[in-house]
């Protein structure tokens, strides 16, 4: 039990109920009810507590819900009957979540049944314990709450795994790891393995991805449904509900319309949307009226898809904005354009950047051409031998 | 002395005093009333690249302190700068130091001031007013649509516009006198046209084209340049003329992140292409109105090439009409 993390509490009430249950007791309740999100460490703390309490635990399958005669079969006799070794039995109904409407109820009215006569302590898992349908079943349970474990708690709980599989992490890497679970310990568990798989060494470019997977995916969503959603209606909820960054969604949007939208007048109509969809862009960086907001959404999303009849041409991969992608410099480049940049800032009145982009270009061409242009004018902006023949050789800004 | 070369011409021949200054006669002479009256107000000068904006902010300080004006200015690139403690901290210590001598007031260029995110133009705009004893403030941006409002009615605007074709041709001739360069008229108009109204990459572009040691001639002005000739913008528009946006698109993302073209250049050119373009009167009269909007959207801030990738979309489907028939 303790190596699962968080719901101390919780756990700790748990082992106290099953300690103390005995079927004598009047006052206190046959069953147990945990409920919380997945993956919180509901049905793993019951099997780790019943290993350390050497206890004989009887476990079902969801498929074991769906009659009542089902659920006699599974548990009918084990709350009854004394355990083979002398151990004490406890008996697991995981995930009953799964039972649905008429057929199962069968099942859900047979298992109150077994909770009043049984001689065994019985546990029932679930997401959710106020669900309609076990109104009757919680008068006869005691709940217990398993929460999402925060973050912190997750990443502890992976660096303990890292240390025993003798993997070397960078913390960067579990916290985005632990941050994009969202509580569900399982997954990111999973996530820790897969990505950790057979490497000695996780760093955070190595789950990078991770980061960006998940807001490519909203995004592609999203562009589903402003390209191809039956109505505007759809489209501007879409963008609502989505966790997208509005500015990086114009720039897919913007992106993509050539490729989905053929018909030229559409195409035209379609662009005129974004630009407007920019000016309100620029209006509200402007004015800081964020108000404003909800007019950059409308015309980027369901102004889009108004403009054009989804007449599909095929099915079209969501292309990535290039033009926000950074023009791809190596590092050294980059310190060495900079540096030079700097010089040519010192005496052209102009900020680095421009000088690298404007004048720059000029200045390669003069070297290359004219040898006393190059001397003169590599003196006057103090330019090492370094930087010339840099300039000279086409490092490409 | 022949004697090529041993700075970059646009500062050897970037005039000193607001007197020098040819164009813009009417930001001259408000700027020379504020030296006579030895007061300046907050400023922003906002035009297109190369049209004499930094050059007029060195001028008017020269004018005003004298030789030893660099100990009263100071220079700030909000490309280089970024951020908002940036701003803060340097504009801070240069302001907070009283000038010695009958002005009172340090000025601060603050160049691209267009490009500061919103943020750090706030944290400006309270610079602005805490010192506005000590320091002035002369700010300037391509556009000014893009600075924010409190800033804008703090500041006297100036706007600069693009050099006149006489001038900029002048200053070409006096340059290469002066360097004892040979230049033919075919060579000073290839030298006019790929400049645009950019006088800072007019000079540079003649300087390239000087290195080459022979006569300057059309052919040498594009050889030197390369492929930034205007016949692309033509060329695009064709493209998108013809129905192909995306190829379009992408010679217009082209012109300008790699070839550092602005907006405002390439919106120029397009204007002018138009009325060369093989479309029906009704179609050149639509477009015409289409740049006009852009031109303005521009101006206010919107990205060029969003706004101006719109104008292909419209292209693109004037191309489309013309071929039904309509």
Known sequence: MSEIIGNEEAKRKLREWVETWSKKAPKKKKALFIYGPPGTGKTVSVEALTNDLNMELVQSNASDYRTAEAVERFAGRASQYGTLFGKKRLILFDEIDGISGTEDRGGLHTITEIIKRTTSPIVLTANNAYDQRFTTLREHCELLEFKKPSRTEIEKHLKKICRLEGIEAEDSALRLIAERASGDVRSAVNDLQALAQGKKRLTYNDVSFLASRDRKEAIFNVLRDIFYARDSLTTKRAIEMADVDPEMLLEWVYENIPYHIKNPQELSSAMDMIALADIYRNRIRTTQNWSLMRYFLDFMTAGVAASWSKKAPGWVPFKFPTRISQMSTSKVDRAMLTAIGMKIKKRCHISSTRAIKEVLPYIRIMFQNNKEMKKGISEWLDLDEEMVDYIIGGGTS | ?326
């Not at chain 2, 100071?74 to 009283?98: H, P, Q, Y």
């Open chain 2, 1 to 326: 002395m022949f004697r090529l070369g041993y700075e970059m011409w646009t500062e050897k021949y970037r005039p000193r005093s607001l007197d020098d200054i040819v164009n813009q006669g009417e930001i001259v002479s408000r700027l020379k009333s504020f030296v006579k009256a030895k007061n300046v107000p907050h400023c922003i000068f906002a035009g297109p690249p190369g049209t004499g904006k930094t050059t007029a902010a060195l001028c008017l300080a020269h004018d005003l302190y004298g030789e030893g004006y660099r100990e009263y200015v100071m220079e700030l690139n909000a490309s280089d700068e970024r951020g908002i403690n940036v701003v803060r901290e340097t504009v801070k210590t240069f302001a907070r130091t009283r000038s010695i001598g009958e002005v009172s007031f340090k000025i601060l260029i603050l160049d691209e001031a267009d490009n500061m995110t919103s943020d750090a133009q706030q944290a400006l705009r309270r610079t602005m007013e805490r010192y506005t004893e000590t320091a002035r403030f002369i700010l300037i941006a391509n556009y000014s649509g893009k600075i924010i409002e409190p800033i804008q009615s703090r500041c006297a605007p100036f706007r600069f516009t693009y050099l006149d074709r006489e001038d900029v041709t002048k200053r070409i001739r006096y340059i290469c006198e002066m360097e004892g360069i040979q230049i033919l008229d075919e060579g000073v108009e290839a030298v006019l046209e790929i400049g645009g109204g950019d006088l800072r990459r007019t000079i540079n572009i003649l300087q390239t084209a000087a290195s080459v040691g022979k006569p300057i001639d059309a052919e040498t002005v594009y050889s030197v340049v390369g492929r930034a000739n205007p016949y692309d913008v033509r060329d695009m528009m064709l493209t998108a003329l013809n129905g192909d946006f995306v190829e379009a698109r992408k010679k217009l993302r082209e012109m300008i992140l790699k070839y550092g073209l602005a907006g405002s250049d390439i919106i120029g050119q397009i204007h002018s292409e138009i009325y060369r373009l093989n479309v029906p009167d009704r179609w050149k009269v639509k477009l015409a109105d289409i740049v006009g909007e852009i031109d303005y959207r521009l101006i206010q801030g919107s990205n060029e090439e969003i706004q101006l990738s719109a104008l292909l979309a419209k292209l693109v489907e004037a191309g489309y009409d013309i071929k039904r028939g309509a």
